[in-house]
């Protein structure tokens, strides 16, 4: 069973700050990742996606990628108390389409 | 308006006593899948289906089982409810299998098994 880890937090930032969500994964075969954000008592949604080395920034969300590390991060610029939510992380199993392997996800909490 | 719905929303049932959760998109979606949602835990996959009479075990499938007689149906099925299936279940549905498209959720049924 591949894995995908993230640590559970609750991640607690101020308003106006830069918050960093983390998630590794085990399949070195892997090449696409997802962010999805979960509000309490609601369903995920898909936030970003990257597929290749480096940086993806869409608005005040950046997704960071390193295949080498087998390492994804997600920063989000300017927290708003609306960002507080669970992030979950995502990657494909076996590098294919079949499945989707979710990380347990990372409550953030972002205090006015 | 695009969407998977998922009924019932919240069911509060006793062992042994079968019930079906059904699930139906509308976007003409060729895959779908169920997961179960438990606390510390995440999403894990129950099953999934790639298109009509196509379907596949994903990580936790033991007592449960699907169908896809239709495109846009994908109803999870408990033969025989244990306690063990206490949890939130979600069906979500893309246009392409797996994760290189969005996968869309539905808004999720609360089970709970006495």
């Known amino acids: 069973q591949k894995e995908v880890e993230q640590n559970s937090g609750p991640l607690s930032v101020p308003e106006g700050a830069i918050a960093s969500l983390n998630c590794t994964y085990s399949?070195?075969?892997?090449?696409?990742f997802f962010w999805y954000r979960q509000y309490s008592g609601k369903s995920p949604e898909l936030i970003m996606s990257?597929?290749?080395?480096g940086d993806k920034e869409d608005g005040r969300f950046t997704a960071q990628l390193n295949k080498a590390s087998q390492y994804v991060s997600l920063l989000i610029r300017d927290s708003q108390p609306s960002d507080s939510a669970t992030y979950l992380c995502?990657?494909?199993?076996?590098?294919?389409?079949?499945?989707?392997?979710f990380g347990a996800g990372t409550r953030l909490a972002v205090h006015p | 308006e695009a969407q998977v719905t998922q009924n019932p929303r919240y069911l509060i049932t006793v062992t042994g006593k079968k019930l079906t959760v059904t699930c139906s998109q509308n976007?003409?979606?060729?895959?779908m899948s169920w997961y179960r949602q438990d606390p510390g835990l995440g999403l894990r996959q129950i099953y999934y289906?790639?298109?009509?009479?196509?379907?596949d075990k994903g990580d936790v499938p033991e007592g449960y089982k699907v169908s896809r007689k239709e495109k846009r149906n994908f109803p999870l099925i408990l033969e025989s409810p244990s306690p063990n299936q206490t949890s939130l279940y979600f069906c979500?549905?893309?246009?392409?299998?797996?994760?290189?498209?969005?996968?869309?959720f539905g808004d999720g049924t609360r089970l709970s098994i006495l």
């Open positions: 979500a549905s893309s246009l392409v299998p797996g994760g290189s498209q969005p996968q869309h």
């Open positions: 399949d070195r075969v892997s090449q696409s």
């Open positions: 990257i597929y290749s080395n």
């Open positions: 995502a990657v494909p199993e076996g590098g294919g389409y079949n499945k989707l392997i």
């Open positions: 976007m003409n979606h060729e895959y």
């Open positions: 289906s790639m298109n009509v009479e196509v379907t």
